[in-house]
C-alpha cells in the first residue's frame, strides 16, 4: 500500500541517517518531499534538518523556505521555522537580511525562546554595519525587556565602544556650544576632551578637527603656548590631516 511504502522510505532515510550516508538520505527525501500531504511535509522537514546539520545552508533556506507554505495547525512550528531561516542568514553572513529579517522575527514572535539569540545576532550585524545607534537600542531592548545584560550577552565590550563614541559625540556638541556662545576658553578645554574620546574610538578625522578649533580657541584667547602645543600635538597625531596643514 501507499502507506507502507511511504514508512519504507522513511525507514530508509532513517538508515542512510544513522550510517552517516547523508548524500543518499538527501536524494531521497528530496524526491518524496512536498508541502501538501503529510508524508512529503515529513521528508521535507527531515531534510532541512539534515542540510542544517550538514552545514548546508543554502539549501537548508531553499529547504525551510518551502516549509513556510504548509499549513500547520500548530503556530510555533512556523515560529521555528523562521528562526531557523534567520540563523540561516546568520551563518550565510547575510548582513541586511539579518537585520531585517530579524526585526520582522522580534515583531511576529516576542516571546519567542529564539528572541535573545535573534537580538544579539541583529545587535552584531548593526555594529558590524558601524550603525551604533541602532546597536546600543537592541542592547538596551536585551536588558529591558529580555533581562540579558551586555555582558551575559557576550557583547559588553562592544557596547561599551558605543557609549565612548556616544561620549564623543555628545562631548563635541557641548564644545560647538560653547564655542557658537564665544565661551573660548571652556570651548577649547571642551574640545580637547572630545579630541581625546574620539581619538580612542578611531574617528581620526573629527579629532583632528577638535584639536584645531581647540588650537584656534587659544590663539583667540591669546594663549600662544597652549596654541602651540595643540598645533604641535595635532602635527604629531596627524600628520596627514588637512587640519594639520591648517595650523
Known sequence: TAKERENAVLIK?????????????????DQ???????FGIKCLEMVSRLYY???????????YSQMTQ?????????????????DCDVKLSKKTQIISRGEDYLKKYPASPYCVSVLK???????????????????????????????????????NFIKKIMNGDQTLKEAEKLYDDGKLAAAAEKYLVAAEVLRETGNEEKAAMCLYTATECF?????????????????????????????
Not at 504548509?70 to 534567520?86: A, Q, R, S
Open 13 to 29: 532515510a532513517q538508515i542512510y541517517l544513522d550510517t552517516k550516508r547523508y548524500d543518499a538520505c538527501q536524494t531521497l527525501l
Open 32 to 38: 518524496n518531499k512536498n508541502t501538501t500531504t503529510e
Open 53 to 63: 546539520s550538514q552545514k548546508e545552508y543554502e539549501k537548508a533556506y531553499r529547504s
Open 70 to 86: 504548509v499549513n500547520w495547525d500548530d503556530p510555533n512550528k512556523l515560529m521555528e521555522i523562521n528562526y531557523y531561516l534567520f
Open 121 to 159: 545576532e541583529v545587535f552584531e550585524a548593526y555594529y558590524d554595519n558601524k550603525k551604533y545607534s541602532e546597536a546600543f537600542a537592541v542592547a538596551q531592548k536585551l536588558e529591558n525587556q529580555y533581562k540579558t545584560t551586555a555582558r551575559s550577552a557576550g557583547i559588553e565590550s562592544q557596547v
Open 219 to 247: 590663539v583667540h584667547l591669546g594663549k600662544k603656548g597652549d596654541a602651540n602645543e595643540t598645533a604641535s600635538l595635532l602635527k604629531q597625531l596627524y600628520p596627514e590631516s588637512k587640519y594639520s596643514s591648517a595650523v
